[in-house]
């Protein structure tokens, strides 16, 4: 018997909403354990479960797997999202690699100071509308079917689904120059399993405000 | 039929040398295009072969690959350096996103000012040997094997004979407390296509000297 995969973070998006949204999307359920105090992260640090010391944690099939993309690529894996064969695969993983960094200047932005959030906001716009964003248009019009990559869903749709919500939040016109992203997005929402997790009450974070910002500075500080 | 890998980047370690290490230590003789002007990097652009408009990119079976991790994953994958089933790759995974990070951190040194740069050795100094370097010591020591994962020569040793050898070069007695990744290092430079990688004259590029930032600063 296998027990539900049980994910230790912050009660925030931060570094695990990605496994968040493709646990979800595969239609897996899982528990989750919120830090809120640094003794709770110490207790951690000093039980060993945290290899490197750091979270996102997810214990899994026995594993206690750090470190976020390990994570995602055993669960994309696991639960066939991963592509057919090397080939593919090679596919989802540039696609998820830039989506990432897409993804990082998002979440770096809620710990930018306050001088620099424009010019932050700025930088997520252009790079989206200008670098990110016009890959996935392109591929989708050239082969015209309705997953990034071999036809199938895969773990690179899902992040870009959520990459497109995270954006919009920010610049709620930024699909406006892409069509096909907009179809897309229309099509990944109306999935079962990703429909179920864009409900209220699904284990989706909320964009983070400033008692999220201060609970990570909060655990974190030396 | 298919033509030797081709890596696209400056003349220099970067984030590309983990693909050069992966390669060499694999077996595969690959070619190398240097990006030595700002006219160089443009023609790429021109030509819309970088995705993400980014480098490293490695021409390698028909795909124009990009984004280090894609590659070396790639890499690995297709030259059985990547385990047996999907829970050695898991390992793998960890080990190497744990060196990635460390490797990284170095990386910044030579793009800092003089008082960052102290700060950031030091942290380095404490991140390697009190968070890095303890858990591959231990993943030794609790099984006992000559590799990392699943007793076979994997990416994630080749990752961390490079991170050793890059961390060695900030502190050359850094792996002082740490008796097994001193004989670790030792077994696989022995391994003969890492030995030859550590050979003069082989692709390994040296590190980053102020001439090299410089003409970095200025392509980009």
Same mark, same amino acid.
């Given at each position: 018997?296998?027990?539900?995969?049980?994910?230790?973070?912050?009660?925030?998006?931060?570094?695990?909403?990605?496994?968040?949204?493709?646990?979800?999307?595969?239609?897996?359920?899982?528990?989750?354990?919120?830090?809120?105090?640094?003794?709770?992260?110490?207790?951690?640090?000093?039980?060993?479960?945290?290899?490197?010391?750091?979270?996102?944690?997810?214990?899994?099939?026995?594993?206690?797997?750090?470190?976020? @993309?390990?994570?995602?690529?055993?669960?994309?894996? $696991?639960?066939?999202?991963?592509?057919?064969?090397? $080939?593919?695969?090679?596919?989802?993983?540039?696609? *998820?690699?830039?989506?990432?960094?897409?993804?990082?200047?998002?979440? #770096?932005?809620? /710990?930018?100071?306050?001088?620099? $959030?424009?010019? %932050?906001?700025?930088?997520?716009?252009?790079?989206?509308?200008?670098?990110? /964003?016009?890959?996935? =248009?392109?591929?989708?019009?050239?082969?015209?079917?309705?997953?990034?990559?071999?036809?199938?869903?895969?773990?690179?749709?899902?992040?870009?689904?959520?990459?497109?919500?995270?954006?919009?939040?920010?610049?709620?016109?930024?699909?406006?120059?892409?069509?096909?992203?907009?179809?897309?997005?229309?099509?990944?929402? %109306?999935?079962?399993?990703?429909?179920?997790?864009?409900?209220?009450?699904?284990?989706?974070?909320?964009?983070?405000?400033?008692?999220?910002?201060?609970?990570?500075?909060?655990?974190?500080?030396? | 039929?298919?033509?030797?890998?081709?890596?696209?980047?400056?003349?220099?370690?970067?984030?590309?040398?983990?693909? @050069?290490?992966?390669?060499?230590?694999?077996?595969?003789?690959?070619?190398?295009?240097?990006?030595?002007?700002?006219?160089?990097?443009?023609?790429?652009?021109?030509?819309?072969?970088? #995705?993400?408009?980014?480098?490293?990119?490695?021409?390698?079976?028909?795909? $124009?690959? *990009?984004?280090?991790?894609?590659?070396?994953?790639?890499?690995?994958?297709?030259?059985?350096?990547?385990?047996?089933?999907?829970? =050695?790759?898991?390992?793998?995974? #960890?080990?190497?996103?744990?060196?990635?990070?460390?490797?990284?951190?170095?990386?910044?040194?030579?793009?800092?000012?003089?008082?960052?740069?102290?700060?950031?050795?030091?942290?380095?100094?404490?991140?390697?040997?009190?968070?890095?370097?303890?858990?591959?010591?231990?993943?030794?020591?609790?099984?006992?094997?000559?590799?990392?994962?699943? %007793?076979?020569?994997?990416?994630?040793?080749?990752?961390?004979?490079?991170?050793? &050898?890059?961390?060695?070069?900030?502190?050359?007695?850094?792996?002082?407390?740490?008796?097994?990744?001193?004989?670790?290092?030792?077994?696989?430079?022995?391994?003969?296509?890492?030995?030859?990688? &550590?050979?003069?004259?082989?692709?390994?590029?040296?590190?980053?000297?102020?001439?090299?930032?410089?003409?970095?600063?200025?392509?980009?």
């Amino acid at each position: 018997m296998s027990a539900k995969p049980r994910l230790t973070y912050f009660n925030g998006r931060g570094r695990m909403e990605p496994v968040r949204w493709l646990l979800a999307a595969a239609g897996v359920e899982f528990d989750e354990i919120f830090l809120e105090t640094k003794e709770q992260y110490e207790k951690l640090n000093k039980d060993g479960v945290l290899l490197f010391q750091q979270v996102p944690l997810v214990e899994i099939d026995g594993l206690k797997m750090v470190q976020t @993309r390990a994570i995602l690529s055993y669960i994309a894996g $696991k639960y066939n999202l991963y592509g057919k064969d090397l $080939k593919e695969r090679a596919w989802i993983d540039m696609y *998820v690699e830039g989506i990432a960094d897409l993804m990082q200047m998002i979440l #770096m932005f809620p /710990f930018s100071p306050p001088e620099a $959030k424009e010019k %932050n906001l700025d930088s997520i716009k252009e790079r989206a509308t200008n670098r990110y /964003f016009p890959v996935f =248009e392109k591929v989708l019009k050239q082969h015209g079917q309705d997953f990034l990559v071999g036809n199938k869903f895969s773990w690179a749709d899902v992040q870009l689904i959520e990459a497109i919500l995270a954006v919009e939040e920010k610049i709620p016109a930024v699909l406006s120059g892409f069509p096909q992203l907009q179809a897309f997005k229309i099509r990944m929402s %109306n999935m079962p399993t990703i429909k179920k997790f864009l409900q209220p009450g699904s284990p989706r974070k909320p964009p983070p405000d400033e008692h999220y910002v201060e609970t990570v500075l909060k655990v974190f500080k030396k | 039929m298919a033509g030797k890998p081709k890596l696209h980047y400056t003349k220099g370690r970067g984030k590309m040398e983990s693909i @050069r290490w992966l390669l060499a230590a694999a077996g595969v003789e690959f070619e190398e295009e240097f990006i030595e002007k700002k006219e160089d990097l443009d023609k790429l652009l021109k030509g819309g072969v970088l #995705m993400f408009q980014q480098v490293p990119m490695v021409e390698i079976d028909g795909m $124009k690959m *990009v984004q280090t991790r894609a590659i070396l994953s790639y890499i690995a994958g297709k030259y059985n350096l990547y385990g047996k089933d999907l829970k =050695e790759r898991a390992w793998i995974d #960890m080990y190497v996103e744990g060196t990635t990070d460390l490797m990284g951190m170095i990386m910044v040194i030579p793009l800092q000012a003089a008082d960052a740069k102290e700060k950031q050795l030091a942290l380095i100094i404490e991140r390697a040997t009190t968070r890095y370097f303890p858990v591959y010591e231990k993943a030794l020591k609790d099984h006992g094997h000559d590799y990392l994962v699943g %007793n076979k020569l994997s990416w994630a040793d080749i990752q961390l004979l490079e991170a050793i &050898l890059m961390t060695e070069e900030c502190k050359p007695d850094i792996l002082s407390a740490f008796p097994l990744l001193q004989a670790f290092k030792g077994r696989i430079s022995n391994i003969p296509t890492i030995k030859k990688f &550590l050979q003069p004259g082989s692709q390994r590029k040296p590190p980053p000297d102020d001439k090299y930032i410089a003409s970095v600063r200025k392509i980009f």
